[in-house]
């Protein structure tokens, strides 16, 4: 089966780093995508990796190990912005398809 | 703002009501997406349009009836809907379907008594 792995809820402090996890498995892999949603509001793209290794955008990075079937967002310099829902999804092949495998989301609260 | 828009944001409806959910992307994307999103469950494709063209049926009851007129508009009919199901619900464009990323609009918040 098609299935993601993620903590549920995450706890950290401005200014520190956070990391967070996401294990999958999937039939076939075509990218891993990382959302950021705040309550209430549209799920926003913060970053796309395929190939293994670490994609750095300003405060955040991703990383991809597909041997592994793991990925991490890296969040640096926490701000209270940053409280959100952060959701993994998986691009996975299905027959002649491709769709995207969502995880449940990890609910981060950074803390003053 | 990410270039798709949806209304209304919020919705409260009775079993028995008929009404439409609209979404326009600004993006000139050729694929579209809905999404059901509720609580302690990751998002549920519900269907994906593509050039016009209704690509996915992710077996959703026939209470719901999507709508795709262009590539720019998807809409969203609800008739005799029941109280499970409430929930936000996502619109989605990408510029094709098969690798490209969605952007999402704000969703509908739906409640049905």
């Known amino acids: 089966g098609q299935n993601i792995d993620q903590p549920t809820e995450m706890t950290a402090t401005e200014g520190a780093i956070v990391q967070i996890n996401c294990t999958y498995q999937?039939?076939?892999?075509?990218?891993l995508f990382w959302y950021q949603q705040h309550a209430g509001e549209a799920p926003t793209f913060l970053s796309y990796?395929?190939l293994d290794g670490l994609e750095e955008k300003g405060r955040f990075s991703s990383f991809l190990s597909r041997s592994k079937g793991y990925s991490y967002l890296l969040l640096k310099e926490l701000q209270m912005k940053d409280s959100a829902s952060y959701l993994c999804?998986?691009?996975?092949?299905?027959?002649?398809?491709?769709?995207?495998?969502w995880g449940l989301g990890t609910s981060l609260a950074v803390n003053p | 703002e990410t270039g798709v828009t949806q209304t209304p944001r919020h919705l409260v409806m009775g079993m028995t009501n008929k009404k439409s959910l609209k979404c326009e992307q600004h993006?000139?994307?050729?694929?579209m997406y809905w999404y059901k999103q509720s609580a302690k469950k990751p998002l549920e494709l519900m269907f994906v349009?593509?050039?016009?063209?209704?690509?996915e049926n992710n077996s959703v009851p026939s209470r719901f009836s999507p709508e795709c007129p262009n590539s720019s508009h998807l809409f969203l009919h609800l008739h005799t809907l029941q109280p499970e199901d409430s929930a936000l619900y996502l619109c989605?464009?990408?510029?094709?379907?098969?690798?490209?990323?969605?952007?999402f609009g704000p969703g509908t918040r739906l409640t049905v008594l």
């Open positions: 989605a464009s990408s510029q094709g379907t098969s690798s490209d990323t969605q952007y």
């Open positions: 993006l000139g994307h050729n694929a």
């Open positions: 349009y593509n050039f016009k063209e209704q690509t």
């Open positions: 999937t039939s076939g892999f075509n990218g």
């Open positions: 990796n395929v």
């Open positions: 999804a998986v691009r996975a092949s299905d027959g002649n398809n491709r769709k995207l495998i």
